[in-house]
C-alpha cells in the first residue's frame, strides 16, 4: 500500500512577505502566481529584506528534480520519439530558457543566496529563520528543520503556473 506521495508545491515564509510589504489590506500574502511574478516578487523581498527571495535544491541529485518541473511548465517534453527510438530533447531553446531563468534569479536579480549549494532540509530550515522567502517543495520535507516555527509564519501554495521570461 502506498503511504507517501510524491507531490510538489510552494513553501513560503510569510514574516518576509510582510516586511517587504507584499500583503493585501487583510495581510496576507501576495503570493506569485506566474514565474515572472515570482522574479519580481524574490527580486523585492532581497531589495527590502535583505534575505534571498527564492531558491530551490541544488546538490546530492535534488535540483534536477525541481528544474525539470520549471522546464515542463516551460514547454519542454523532455522526450521525443523518431523511427521509434526515443531520444532526450533537452537541448531545445525552452530548456535553455528556464535555466538562463534560474541563473539570472542569481546573477542579473541577486534573489537566490549567496551559496547556492544547498540541499532541501537546508532550505527549509533558512526558510522557518527568515533567511529564505520561497522554495518549492517535494512532500514530506518540511519537518524537523521547521520545528517551533509558528504556523503563522509558513503557507503553502500551489506552484507558479505557465513560462518563464523568455530571455534576451
Given amino acids: ?27 496576507i500574502p501576495e503570493i506569485p502566481q506566474t514565474y515572472d511574478e515570482l522574479t519580481e516578487t524574490a527580486r523585492i523581498i532581497k531589495e527590502k529584506t535583505g534575505q534571498a527571495g527564492f531558491a530551490i535544491p541544488t546538490i546530492n541529485n535534488q535540483g534536477g528534480w525541481y528544474i525539470m518541473n520549471i522546464a515542463w511548465s516551460n514547454g519542454v517534453d523532455f522526450m521525443e520519439q523518431i523511427d521509434g527510438k526515443w531520444t532526450a530533447t533537452y537541448d531545445c531553446p525552452e530548456f535553455v530558457d528556464t535555466l538562463q531563468w534560474y541563473a539570472d534569479l542569481k546573477w542579473k536579480h541577486d534573489a537566490i543566496p549567496d551559496n547556492n549549494l544547498i540541499q532541501i532540509q537546508n532550505l527549509c530550515g533558512m526558510l522557518a529563520s527568515g533567511q529564505l522567502a520561497m522554495v518549492f517543495y517535494a512532500a514530506p520535507v518540511l519537518g524537523s528543520e521547521a520545528a517551533g516555527t509558528p504556523k503563522e509564519k509558513i503557507g503553502m501554495a500551489r506552484l507558479p503556473a505557465g513560462k518563464v521570461l523568455r530571455c534576451a
Wanted: charged content about 20%; proline content about 4%.
Fill in 1 to 27: 500500500f502506498p503511504f507517501v506521495c510524491d507531490t510538489s508545491g510552494f513553501i513560503y515564509n510569510a514574516e518576509l512577505f510582510e516586511k517587504a510589504g507584499l500583503v493585501d489590506e487583510a495581510g
